[in-house]
């Protein structure tokens, strides 16, 4: 099963200070500017193995390093900057439009630094499904608890994201529930494109700028997607995070996603696709007596049990609000094939100020910069 991943870094100059990836963007075809100045994205090509990923990632990664060295520039793997002056946006019609329609609120995005896995189509809905309950795994690589200096979450990147950007259209940037079939999936697209032409013509938008510009494939932001263009699933949930923790959650993810090929996957729940039963506040399943039963989601050789979505949906808002200090979180995580013990959110790390200044916010950019570098040394060195 073909994967690859798409990594998205805050740059910055010597002083720790935001800057333009200029020629960093050019190193290979693999390499681009996202839609805000600061920001670059780095993709690897789909890949057979998940070892394959690993040596592209790293190779790609060399070589961006490598040239950002004789700029005097750095990448920064933290889901927002932490702190710092306004960040503009580059020129784009397709972002006017956006900021047109979603309003101030959009401007949350441009603070946002994330990671995009892509997995080969293969049984699509099992797939879109269990990339949904498997959306509290984000605690796994939360990497910023701050926004403009303030501490806002344990995942600040998906609290603003999600709960800022999108809250006047929650069907365009927050979890979809579960889906019968790819044909379900197709007519919410179908209806968020129609609400989004609505709302932009509503705003003064030409509707051929929006048809130019948007299509059902593309007019949603949500943490999973389904890329008819590519092919692929992506996943979208986690912050942008050091190389080697990334890898580590997709070799766990592919083996979820390679698993349920092999295996039936059920939904737990008497209510069908969103389940029916009544849920307990820290994921378990409450009998008729009260008494919680066995708590739901798991991931075995004999099956995949996925979770109510408003399990889902409650595990997510722990993980972002959270991570993995949430008991819930880490144990459901568990349950579904993440070993928690070996991730070391970042977020966690530089957790525990409720403010902090733009001279400590460059401080923490270029410590983690340094880190980055340092681990691909290392993952270069295994590699070797």
Known sequence: MKTSIEVEYWVVDSDGNLTEP???????????REFVEPLFELKTPPCETVSGLRTKLVTELEDVLSRAAELDKHLVPLGTPINGDEIDRRPDERGCIQKEVIGENFDYAKYCAGTHI??????????????????????????????????????????????????AFPKHGQLWRYVENVGEWHRRLEHCYEEFE???????????????????????????????????????????????????????LETVMERLHHTTVRIDGAGGRDGGRRESVDGGIASDSGVPRARPGHVTNEGIALPAFETVRGLAESAIEQGLESAAVADYLERMGFTVGDYHPISTQIDGRQYVTKADARELRLEYASRLEEDVDELSGTDG
């Open 118 to 167: 892509h997995v080969e189509k293969r049984n699509v809905t099992d797939q879109l499904n269990a990339l949904i309950a498997l959306d509290p795994a984000l605690a796994l690589v939360n990497s910023s608890p701050y926004h403009r200096g303030e501490r806002i979450a344990n995942g600040a990147r998906a609290h603003c994201y999600r709960k800022k950007s999108y809250a």
């Open 22 to 32: 200029g020629p960093l963007a050019d190193v290979s075809s693999q390499t681009e």
């Open 198 to 252: 609505t709302a932009a013509v509503a705003a003064g938008v030409d509707a051929a700028a929006v048809e130019e510009h948007f299509s059902p494939d593309d007019v949603v932001w949500t943490p999973v997607r389904l890329r008819d263009s590519m092919p692929t699933v992506e996943w979208r949930s986690p912050d942008t995070a050091l190389p080697s923790q990334l890898l580590r959650l997709v070799d766990e």
